[in-house]
């Protein structure tokens, strides 16, 4: 965002200098001839008599000022540029704001930081750029592919996320290929080997300078004479009579050449640029060089910069520049409200989950149960397939809940009844989650008439193809033979008639009850009589002296009831707050048997306030012994694999070890000894929490497997998955002995770094199958 907003500046940088100093860089024209270079570097000595001249700038403009270049002082990359008036070599006032827009570019192109440093992070970013721009296009990739229509326009009547998704889609698409010209262009200059390698193939590729030999100390260099550049203009002026621009480089020495670069005016670009080397003595032309005659790598490195200003194409070619430099914050905003969006409805999902978990049917009672399936991008599927199965469930329905992104054409032809919960996404596909799905059942040639189905399709009627991946299932499984129990139900924008319409289904397919508990069901959520009162009995700091923020174990005691199992997680309701405040959900580290609830909690300082985190401040700093906590314990059987002696490799960090700890206590209770924890913090000496613990289960041998990685330290090993591809051969081993793999930690770094390291070990194939069979389960944050 950073990044764009100052490149948008830069694209009129010219235009908003000359529009801010008039007089400066251009002047009155007047009835009189210009002055020569000659001129011009004489008055420029008047005017600075203790600067060397090193470059005068000319165009062929009239009114045009000249631009003279002087000498850096030692240690500067830069030395001043001073305006002379055309016409009598005056001196003109100096040009403001350019220092302004000189930290403008410093900001663009390094982040304010040292050179080298600056460009390694700014090339980083315009990757990340460019995997963003070409992700999103797939993402956004339509149905029908050639109508222009689909690629480039929405309905702006669209509400909500519908609205943010086609003004970020559709946007994005407009402005995509100024987005890879960016990126790549930024990526070449970032990283000198891609840059050498891009010279290497455009054959512009220049040896390394030799390092120049150190001066003598106390020798001063001798002083450089003025050079006449008389004869040199005329010579100049001879060769290249349609010149636009000159840039004159003056020799240090007057037996050095004189060097000209020069554009021509029907120069293709402003950097279509030829050189002359002329002898300053005589005015002999030493070598030419037109644009024209330069190979064809070379001219096409000559484009780089225009087009990454977009002076390539013009005027219009910097307005477009600039309209996609100041999208870029945009794409910011409307892409974290989208993200915010779907994390809100998978949070409201899993609390959902969670309710219809306890309520299952004992045992025995699951004769001819019901399959709710669904398929859902935000969550709003899985939350709504989530409240019609509890309220099933509550009127004595045995259901099975499953995703899309685990069901199968076989899984599917052995329940009776099915129905089916379907989001659509974009133009009418499905969701990421589904295209699985989708695929095999177009693929399938199973038999479906004994299968009663009803689906619920959630869309967005603005869309072209309202309900689309909805239609597309319903049409499918007709075809196969399944018998509709209802008519396909359209959801426009969580309409409540439709929904009402789904309970009236639910009604003759099950019951008066049912019905009646699913109307409930669809319009009501988890409120507050699901908390407990329990009381804080201890708070003990685990890393003193850390450079990380503190963490702190914090125990609560209360009403112990049924108990939970490992990997559960509790939801901390901080309303000494006062009204409006959404739960904080934590990861439990304690088992039932413990007798109380145990958390490892990170304390979190707001970034804008550096005030603590609602939750974590009033749990680890705020509220005093014995004070009430407002504690509701969810179930989490995605993190939960049951009773098992299987081998089971427990990886984390930070307070990730909550997660893991807890299946580690469950874990010793059932005499289970072969665990594997892989557990990574910052200093060994400050950051070691739980060791007593860990080293105690060692000890007792219910860890003989154990790698502490500490990522601050010289020799601490690293990051988790450093130490897991250090220790590859054993993974595979415990893999191939049926092990089950529980990750805990961070979604940010640690997760995605594991789930990598794991793919590489085993490969991304059987990784998935682990997943589908329930032995890589993961709780992240």
Same mark, same amino acid.
């Given at each position: ?611 603590? =985190?609602? /939750?974590? &401040?009033?749990?680890?700093?705020? $509220?005093? #012994?014995?004070?009430?906590? +407002?504690?509701?314990?969810? !179930? ?112 940010? =770094?640690? /997760?995605? &770094?594991?789930?990598?390291?794991? $793919?590489? #070990?085993?490969?991304?194939? +059987?990784?998935?199958?682990? !997943? ?10």
């Amino acid at each position: 965002m950073v990044i764009g907003l100052t490149g948008a500046l830069l694209a009129f940088r010219e235009q908003i200098l000359d529009a801010l100093n008039p007089g400066v860089r251009n002047v009155v024209v007047q009835d009189a001839p210009v002055l020569s270079p000659q001129r011009f570097a004489q008055a420029a000595r008047l005017a600075r008599p203790h600067e060397r001249v090193a470059s005068i700038i000319l165009y062929d403009t009239p009114g045009s000022s000249a631009r003279v270049g002087l000498a850096p002082a030692p240690g500067e990359r830069r030395g001043e540029t001073i305006y002379l008036n055309p016409y009598n070599g005056a001196l003109l006032p100096e040009l403001k704001y350019d220092g302004f827009f000189e930290w403008n570019e410093r900001m663009h192109r390094f982040l304010l930081m040292e050179r080298d440093t600056g460009k390694m992070f700014s090339g980083t970013l315009a990757f990340m750029l460019l995997g963003l721009t070409l992700t999103g296009l797939y993402l956004r990739w339509p149905r029908r592919v050639w109508d222009w229509r689909t690629w480039l326009t929405f309905d702006p009547r669209m509400k909500g996320r519908s609205f943010l998704w086609g003004l970020h889609s559709v946007a994005g698409t407009w402005v995509l290929v100024v987005f890879v010209m960016f990126t790549l262009s930024g990526v070449y200059w970032a990283f000198d080997p891609i840059r050498n390698m891009a010279d290497g193939w455009m054959g512009t590729l220049r040896p390394p300078r030799e390092a120049a030999a150190p001066k003598p100390k106390g020798v001063k260099p001798p002083k450089s004479e003025p050079v006449d550049l008389s004869a040199s203009w005329q010579t100049f002026e001879k060769n290249a009579p349609n010149w636009q621009m000159a840039f004159l480089r003056l020799p240090e020495r007057a037996a050095a050449p004189l060097q000209i670069l020069w554009v021509a005016k029907d120069a293709p670009h402003v950097r279509a640029r030829s050189s002359m080397s002329i002898n300053p003595q005589t005015g002999e032309l030493v070598k030419n060089e037109l644009y024209a005659d330069k190979p064809v790598g070379a001219r096409i490195q000559s484009t780089i910069y225009p087009l990454h200003i977009g002076t390539y194409f013009g005027v219009t070619g910097q307005i477009i520049v600039f309209i996609a430099a100041l999208a870029l914050p945009g794409f910011g905003i409307t892409g974290w409200m989208l993200y915010l969006d779907r994390r809100k409805q998978k949070r409201i999902a899993r609390a959902e989950r969670a309710q219809f978990a306890a309520g299952a049917l004992p045992v025995g009672a699951e004769d001819d149960p019901v399959l709710m399936a669904y398929a859902s991008q935000t969550g709003q599927a899985e939350r709504l397939a989530l409240q019609s199965a509890a309220a099933l469930q509550k009127a004595g329905v045995a259901v099975h809940v499953q995703s899309l992104e685990k069901l199968t054409p076989p899984q599917l032809g052995k329940y009776r009844r099915a129905l089916f919960v379907a989001s659509s996404f974009g133009e009418g596909e499905p969701p990421d989650s589904a295209r699985r799905f989708a695929r095999l059942l177009t693929a399938a040639r199973e038999e479906l008439k004994h299968v009663q189905y009803a689906v619920l399709a959630l869309g967005d009627r603005n869309y072209a193809q309202f309900c689309g991946f909805g239609h597309t299932l319903d049409q499918r499984l007709a075809l196969m033979g399944a018998q509709p129990l209802h008519p396909m139900i359209e959801v426009d924008n969580g309409d409540a008639g439709a929904l009402a319409r789904w309970g009236n289904a639910l009604r003759g397919l099950m019951g008066e009850g049912a019905a009646d508990a699913a109307e409930l069901a669809l319009s009501t959520a988890a409120g507050e009589a699901d908390y407990a009162s329990w009381r804080l009995e201890k708070r003990v700091l685990l890393n003193p002296g850390s450079i990380g923020l503190p963490l702190y174990e914090i125990t609560l005691r209360g009403a112990i009831g049924t108990g939970w199992r490992p990997g559960a997680l509790v939801d901390i309701w901080p309303d000494h707050y006062g009204d409006g405040v959404a739960p904080r959900r934590y990861s439990l580290a304690s088992i039932t048997q413990d007798g109380t609830l145990q958390l490892i909690v990170r304390q979190v300082r707001c970034a804008r306030s550096q005030g603590l =985190g609602l /939750a974590s &401040g009033w749990l680890t700093d705020q $509220a005093a #012994i014995g004070d009430e906590v +407002r504690v509701r314990v969810i !179930a989490n059987p995605a993190f939960d694999a049951g009773p098992s002696s299987a081998p089971a490799i427990y990886i984390g960090n930070g307070s990730g070890l909550a997660g893991l700890r807890s299946h580690l206590r469950d874990r010793v209770l059932q005499g289970a000894r072969r665990n594997w924890l892989i557990f990574g913090e910052r200093q060994r000496e400050h950051d070691a929490i739980c060791s007593e613990e860990i080293q105690g289960l060692r000890d007792k041998g219910y860890l003989p497997e154990l790698d502490l990685v500490y990522s601050r330290d010289a020799n601490g090993g690293g990051y988790v998955q450093d130490a897991m591809r250090e220790r590859a051969a054993a993974l595979r081993a415990w893999i191939d002995d049926g092990a089950l793999i529980f990750v805990c930690g961070s979604l940010q =770094g640690m /997760a995605g &770094g594991v789930d990598a390291a794991l $793919a590489d #070990i085993i490969g991304r194939t +059987r990784l998935d199958q682990l !997943a589908e069979a329930g032995r890589y389960r993961r709780d992240v944050y």
